[in-house]
């Protein structure tokens, strides 16, 4: 099952409940000291989205190779670097002719996915410029030359490109999380603006209330250290502080049991100290840098426990962890409303961007705009000639009528008027094909 639970993490914890095939490491409890031992809240953990553009498929493929009795005990022995290496992926050739049927057709329809979202990219951007590179980069994760079977090679580009984008993942969230700050610096000074100055001094002062407010808040505890694991244990998990355990505190928070804490896990852990910090309820409390805090909180105990780098905390790794003098005496903790997020060039940068891409859309407005007056040109155009089309139609009616000759219909019959008798209508009958032998 091991093979399983590192996969995924290099997939961001795709499907967090892990076979049972293998039993998770065993834990002496002293039962007079610990009461009623029960997973924390959150053991029913659902598999969270991993923001990759093939996450379904990734899933769906796992999920389908799990049913292989050969390939699941294949895996079940594999380490972290036979599967990111790609090696294991040969052991496709054994599996099932069921499952192969099955991945066959779960790459047929990923490749028709990919299809439709490449044509909708080209005909978004074909007016603008296209970013070929950008396109051909939807199809890393497959073999895109063989769009009909499942082979070795799709696997071992799936299990790459995952490693790879999730390597990157937290990166490209702090970068996403700075431009989100300076965006949020950039329209509070472009609000100041509209401002008259008495205004404008009552914002000013409006905000430095606000930073001072969120400021303001208990001290947090170093994230991994002893005091923060206490006090997990004593007000989520209800125990005595005088019996915090490190073997106990990692089986309760092991929550699927399986031997490993994940980033998951970890991040759970936290949310005591966060809450220090941030209050949905309170208006100078951002819930986005509440995420970003998270996030660093993570990384930093993964940093220091986390021996081999493969996302996974053992139950080796964290023991060794709690005998650094680290987690008796640590540093304090400095939290984000200490950091700064960007210097003033930074946002002078970033404004220039948003104002070169104002200028593309603003380009492009224009020439919609242009585009539609045509259009609406052309129309009126249109229907000045179907007026006019009317009109001729009408005077030679009217120039058939004066000579006798029974209006047309739209398609050039005969149109008798009601009103006339049949003598009458013969009578009209000759008169039009007399006029037409002349």
């Not at 949020?184 to 000074?189: A, F, I, L, P, V």
Request: one cysteine or more; aromatic letters at 6%.
């Amino acid at each position: 099952m091991r093979w399983r639970t590192i996969l995924l993490q290099y997939c961001f914890l795709l499907i967090t409940c892990v076979l049972t095939a293998l039993e998770a490491v065993p834990i002496d409890i002293d039962k007079t000291k610990v009461q009623n031992i029960h997973p924390v809240e959150s053991a029913k953990i659902e598999p969270p989205d991993t923001g990759l553009y093939y996450d379904e498929y990734l899933k769906q493929v796992i999920d389908v190779l799990e049913t292989d009795k050969h390939f699941r005990e294949k895996l079940q022995k594999a380490d972290i670097e036979e599967i990111k290496s790609g090696r294991l992926s040969k052991e496709l050739d054994l599996v099932s002719h069921h499952v192969r049927t099955k991945l066959d057709e779960l790459k047929r329809q990923e490749v028709g996915r990919l299809r439709m979202l490449i044509k909708a990219k080209l005909d978004s951007l074909q007016d603008i410029g296209m970013d070929h590179q950008a396109l051909l980069k939807q199809f890393d994760h497959l073999n895109h030359l063989n769009p009909d079977k499942f082979e070795s090679t799709d696997l071992d580009m799936l299990i790459k490109a995952a490693t790879s984008d999730l390597e990157h993942y937290d990166k490209t969230r702090h970068e996403e999380f700075k431009k989100y700050e300076m965006m949020k610096e950039h329209e509070r000074r472009e609000y100041l603006k509209t401002l008259n100055e008495e205004k404008r001094k009552e914002e000013e002062s409006k905000f430095e209330e606000m930073k001072k407010k969120h400021e303001n808040h208990p001290k947090v505890n170093h994230p991994g250290s002893k005091d923060q694991l206490k006090e997990v244990w004593e007000e989520t998990d209800g125990l005595d502080p005088n019996d915090f355990d490190p073997k106990t505190f990692f089986k309760l928070h092991d929550v699927n049991s399986d031997g490993f804490l994940d980033e998951q896990e970890l991040e759970a852990l936290f949310t005591k100290e966060l809450e220090k910090v941030y209050d949905p309820k309170n208006e100078e409390d951002d819930m986005v840098e509440m995420e970003e805090e998270r996030l660093r909180m993570r990384e930093h105990v993964m940093n220091e426990v986390d021996t081999n780098k493969d996302r996974l905390v053992t139950l080796e790794e964290f023991l060794k962890a709690t005998e650094k003098k680290e987690f008796l005496e640590p540093d304090s903790w400095e939290t984000l409303d200490q950091q700064q997020f960007f210097t003033e060039e930074e946002l002078k940068e970033y404004e220039n961007i948003i104002a070169l891409q104002e200028n593309e859309l603003k380009k492009k407005a224009d020439e919609l705009q242009k585009q539609k007056e045509e259009l609406q040109r052309q129309h009126d155009q249109l229907e000045a000639q179907k007026l006019e089309y009317h009109q001729v139609i009408q005077q030679m009616e009217q120039k058939k009528l004066q000579q006798g000759i029974p209006p047309s219909g739209p398609a050039g019959e005969l149109k008798f008027e009601p009103q006339m008798g049949s003598l009458s209508v013969i009578q009209a009958g000759v008169q039009w094909c007399h006029h037409n032998s002349l």
